[in-house]
């Protein structure tokens, strides 16, 4: 019970430091390169800029009062853990936005300040939201409404994210810089999958044939990949079937196909993208 509870701390304290890291790292991002070239990110974050803008007011005071009715919704439908993960995450973005205000920006060239400063920023988001918490109310929202209507949160969120730009466009920048934001929203997304999800992409296969054993015996051997067997069996001649079931990487993918279809020419070799894969001691790298 003790050492339950131990892991459960520590676990804890290492979520509260990666959720630092990630915090500071999309600062860093925002306020030397975004933010001093009027280049928005989207959700609150933009928002926030916009409003910073307009009033003459820190950006950093922005970033906590308008997530705030967005984390009390978090509290209510999604959890306490993630809302103190989620708010820790926007106070330590606050604090770190309001101290490297004062800092000149790395570069005032547009072209480099969107490549570059959508990738940091895209980097410290991913990392906070692989840590379990967010950076942006407006991906709680966006979590809820894909719940009840025919709309992903991708989906929602860039139709957020077009209007907040949109509304810079017309309130206080150029519609230059609303499509600079709009590239440095894209990479940012992208950067933020990289994160979450990893570099390498994963694929699940599964295959169907007539002499499984031999297939199965050859992928561990040249592989070293672990090989399941799901029992099904043939709906016109009733017969038991062994279908073999693998997780490969994308660089693998080629000599499975290869050694599969040696094998068994005839072989039915199904392909699915895996954002992700945990325990059962897997190892994304090579086995050979």
């Known amino acids: 019970m003790a050492i339950t509870k131990k892991k459960r701390v520590l676990k804890e304290i290492q ?4 959720i630092t890291i990630g915090a500071i790292i999309a600062a860093f991002g925002l306020e030397l390169f975004l933010v ?3 280049i928005l990110d989207g959700g609150v974050i933009g928002l926030s800029i916009i409003a910073a803008e307009l009033t003459g007011i820190q950006m950093s005071i922005f970033l906590i009062i308008l997530n705030l009715p967005f984390l009390y919704i978090g509290f209510r439908r999604i959890g306490m ?23 000149e920006p790395v570069t005032d060239d547009l072209f480099l300040a969107t490549i570059i400063g959508a990738v940091i920023l895209g980097a410290g988001v991913g990392l906070v939201i692989r840590t379990g918490g967010a950076l942006d109310g407006t991906e709680i929202i966006a979590i809820l409404v894909s719940k009840k209507r025919p709309v992903s949160v991708g989906q929602f969120v860039m139709i957020i994210n077009l209007f907040i730009f949109i509304l810079a466009a017309l309130l206080v920048f ?5 499509m600079y934001s709009i590239i440095t929203y894209y990479i940012a997304f992208k950067m933020i999958d990289i994160v979450v999800e990893g570099m390498e992409e994963l694929k699940s296969v599964t ?4 002499v499984p054993d031999e297939i199965a015996d050859a992928l ?3 592989l070293g990949r672990g090989i399941t067997y799901i029992h099904g069996e043939g709906v016109y001649t009733n017969e038991p079937k062994k279908i073999i079931y693998t997780i490969v990487s994308r660089i693998e993918l080629s000599s499975l196909r290869s050694i599969a279809q040696e094998i068994d020419p005839k072989a039915l070799i199904a392909i699915e993208n895996v954002a992700d894969v945990s325990g059962s ?8």
């Open 36 to 38: 001093p070239n009027n």
């Open 220 to 222: 561990i051997k040249e």
């Open 81 to 103: 853990k993630f809302t103190l993960h989620t708010l820790y995450g926007v106070v330590v973005l606050s604090i770190c936005t309001s101290i490297l205000h004062h800092f």
């Open 281 to 288: 001691n897997f190892k994304k790298s090579s086995g050979h």
């Open 15 to 18: 979520q509260i430091i990666m």
């Open 174 to 178: 150029s519609w230059e810089t609303a």
């Open 207 to 210: 295959i169907i044939s007539d």
